[in-house]
């Protein structure tokens, strides 16, 4: 355990309302992070959906506790080789007070695994997810109220798949602002979901249901980090996946619109003017504000099963750049797995998800994006081919760590 003094930032469940990995890819992109020593604004950033959810209440904690659980010790050897300095971790299952998080750090993180060194993490911010939180209403229009489909987000409980982000820096606590409560309904122009069955546009859900159906499917936070004198926003989510509904399409626009919100959110003037977080501050972010988008986006530019250019609105948006990361492991399992991949039309070497061969195949989904003030100097996804001994800690089906691979992205400031 640590002796360092740490600080996790909370959210209550009752309060209204990232978790950034960084990796470092095999073979020469698997550089050593940037001296901050020399150049106390570079910085190694992350994002990893590490699966860390579990099927009911009190089971994250209980793996957590031991310090011997196979897929966390595997996780956290992988972002201890990529030693980020901020990550962001999705499919986190949310716990009051942070005791997933500091038992992460405590138990795994901060222990070597499998001789890789220790990484400390002294900053932390959870706050509460829409997943598994009941909506009251049918959502699925199959006419039960219950189970996850009629939650806010989908969850077999309140928190699961829920998000972490950690920090070597200082997180500006007071500056968090977070939008787990904002309504789908008060986005101009908001893909509203339509009842194929009905001649009426955009009713697939009701009137008195648009009144409390939340946008983000978890959460959506502005979490400021301090680097060497800057600030960094930290944009950090994880939209809903763009399947399991039906003609309606209702999980595919919802994804749309979850991330046309940080899209919105990065522009200034008129377009992030109709914003309001859960303090009730309305608005976007400053123009000249830096910042890097986080998350499992679950959008690839050319394939899978996402709306027409759901992705699009990060990677040409004029404020944001795309590191473009890459790995020569997911090459190799496009080859080898075959299947979907052989039809794709995207690169498989930016894919960062593996995906069941058959429908979608592998994807592009995690996304490191920052904005153009910050200048990348490196960028690449923890994918080791097959003859990389770290390929282990990847693996296949069924995966010792994550469906999902780190993706990282080194940042200096212009300047």
Known sequence: MSTRRRLTTTLAATALGALAVTTLAAGPAAASPPDQANDPVALRVATYNLSLNR??????????????????KTVAEIIQRANPDIVLLNEFDYVDDGVAVDLFRDNYLEVSQNGAGPVEYPYAFVAPSNTGVPSGFDLNNNGVIAGGDDAFGFGLF????????????????????????????????????????????????????????????????????????NT?????????????????????????????????????????RYISDDAGATGGLKPGESFVILGDQNADPLDGDSTADAIQQFLEHPRITDPLPTSEGAVEASV?????????????????????????????????LPSRDLRVTDAGVFWPV??????????????????????????????
């Open 55 to 72: 099927n009911a209440p009190g089971q994250l904690v209980d793996d957590l506790t031991t310090g011997t659980n196979a897929q966390a």
């Open 158 to 229: 309140e928190g699961q798949y829920g998000m972490a982000v950690l920090s070597k820096y200082p997180i500006a606590t007071d500056d968090v602002r977070t939008f787990q409560h904002f309504l789908w309904k008060d986005m101009p122009g908001a893909l509203l979901p339509d009842d194929p069955a009905t001649p009426e546009p955009a009713d697939w859900y009701s009137a008195e249901e648009l009144e409390v159906f939340r946008l983000s499917s978890k959460s959506h936070w502005d979490v400021p980090v301090e680097v060497g004198g």
């Open 232 to 272: 960094v926003h930290v944009l950090a989510s994880h939209p809903t996946p763009p399947t399991f509904d039906g003609a309606e399409d209702r999980n595919g626009t919802r994804n749309h619109d979850e991330i046309r919100f940080w899209a919105d959110y990065v522009t200034p003037g008129t377009a992030s």
């Open 336 to 368: 080898l797995q075959g299947g979907a991949n052989l039809t794709h039309e995207g690169d498989p070497a930016y894919d960062t998800a593996d995906f069941a061969d058959g429908a979608p195949g592998n994807l592009r989904a995690d996304y490191v």
């Open 386 to 415: 097959q003859a990389d001994p770290l390929s282990a800690l990847t693996g296949v089906f069924p995966f010792p760590s994550s469906d999902h691979r780190l993706v990282w992205v080194d940042l200096r400031k212009h300047g």
